[in-house]
């Protein structure tokens, strides 16, 4: 069983590039989603997974997740998934011990920027690059599960 803790934050300006060391584009779907849990298919560069997370708290979830064949991860997405696709690039930026995922929205969701970084307890102290701006872990919308039924685009 696995843990993950993650913080959530928007990202202030474009100043994070300078740190990423590498990019890989994702296009993921979800097959369930319930309140507590979700089990999605997602693809990145040349490989594929089955996740399953589940949890009541914002920041710790349990997740679970499978490596499946490229081909199957492709029709899943094209013929099984009926809700609408996540598109994004995801950006590795390492930064004083931790590696920052920056996430640029594509699609529906285009505009929107997000830097999540994992951690090994909910008070584990992190240093907070400049780019980073407001934390978005507690809020809901930004969760990949809600921007599905709700994109960014749509905001008000």
């Known amino acids: 069983m696995a843990t993950e803790i993650e913080r959530k934050f928007l990202v202030l300006n474009d100043d994070w590039r300078r740190d ?4 890989t584009r994702y296009r993921q ?4 989603i319930r309140e507590t849990a979700s089990v999605r298919v997602r693809r990145g ?3 594929a997974f089955l996740s399953i997370k589940s949890g009541k708290s914002a920041l710790r979830r349990l997740e679970f ?4 064949p490229l081909v199957d991860a ?3 997405l094209d013929e099984v998934i009926d809700l ?3 598109d994004k690039t995801r950006y590795l930026a390492p930064l004083g011990g931790h590696v920052w995922e920056v ?3 594509a699609g529906a ?8 970084v994992e951690l090994g307890s909910e008070d584990e102290v992190f240093e907070r690059p400049a780019w980073l701006g407001e934390e978005v872990s507690q809020d809901p919308r930004y969760l990949n599960i809600n921007l599905v039924h709700k994109p960014y685009r749509d905001w008000s």
């Open 45 to 47: 560069g040349d490989r």
């Open 84 to 86: 609408p696709v996540i």
């Open 103 to 105: 996430d640029v929205f």
């Open 74 to 76: 492709e029709q899943i």
């Open 65 to 68: 997740e499978y490596e499946i």
């Open 29 to 32: 779907g979800y097959l369930s």
């Open 109 to 116: 969701n285009e505009g929107l920027v997000v830097a999540e």
């Open 20 to 23: 990423v060391s590498s990019e």
